[in-house]
Every structure is written in C-alpha cells, then in structure tokens.
C-alpha cells in the first residue's frame, strides 16, 4: 500500500499540498507582475502623478498647488480600504528599498518626490517649479 503525503517533509519531500501551492504563488507572481507594471507604467507615462485617497484634505491640497502652478497632474484615488494595498504596490515602483509611506504620493518625472510634506517643503525652498520644468512639465 502507498502512503501519499500532503504535507512538506523536512527529508525535502515533495507533496500535493506543496505542488499546488507552488502554482498558486506562481500564479500570484505573474499578477503581481501585470499589476505593478500598469502602476509603473502609469507614473512613467505621466509628467506628475498624485495617488491620494478619495477625500483627502491632504491629498486635494497638493492637487490644488500643482494645479496653481499650471501642472495638471494625473490624479489616481483609492478608497481608504484599498490604501495599504496601493502603498505595498506604490513601493516596487521604486528601484531603492522603501516608498511612500503615507498618501498622497506624488511622482514628479517618474521619481517619488514625496507626500504632502516634501512637496510643500520643496516648494517653499523655491525647488518645486525648477524640478517640474526639469521633468517636462
């Protein structure tokens, strides 16, 4: 009689269990692929990209600066729910360990210039409109 065995053995032992998990993660590698390259591909397709949470007072203050500045930024908002997800995903965009911590994020010429606090901070040093002209905008 045969024993099949589900579940992995420290000999190194191959299972069922093991194999189709396998394929699972293999399955949730390629869509993590497609997802972080539409994300990626929306912040190098765009001049400046804001990711902000709908509603946020934040979020609308930047928008309503670059907007001041004559930037009309590509505005992407997530509900409150999804914002953990989004900064997870928001974080392999960059090439360096890290990301944006905190919504909005704002990507100025398809590099992270910060939150809310490095854009104003930015902008009152005189650097934000030096650094928008420099990306294209």
């Known amino acids: 009689m045969s024993h099949r065995n ?3 053995t420290s000999s190194g032992g191959s299972s069922a269990a093991a194999t189709s998990g ?3 993660s ?3 590698q390629s869509t993590r692929k497609v997802r972080k ?3 990626a591909k929306m912040v190098a397709d765009n001049v400046v990209v804001i990711v902000a949470v709908h509603g946020c007072f934040m979020c ?3 928008n309503s600066l670059m907007q001041r500045l004559g930037v009309n930024p ?3 908002e997530v509900e409150e729910e999804e914002k953990t997800a989004t900064l997870v995903k928001l ?3 960059e090439d360096r360990i ?3 911590w905190e919504l909005p994020a704002v990507y100025v010429g398809g590099k992270l210039l910060g939150g809310v606090d490095k854009v104003i901070e930015a902008h009152l040093k005189g650097e934000l409109v030096p650094m928008l002209r420099a990306a294209g905008v």
């Open 74 to 76: 590509k505005m992407v």
């Open 60 to 62: 609308v203050t930047v």
């Open 91 to 93: 974080s392999k965009i």
């Open 26 to 28: 293999t399955s949730n």
């Open 6 to 8: 589900f579940f992995p």
């Open 22 to 24: 396998s394929s699972r």
């Open 37 to 39: 390259t539409r994300i």
């Open 98 to 100: 890290g990301g944006p």
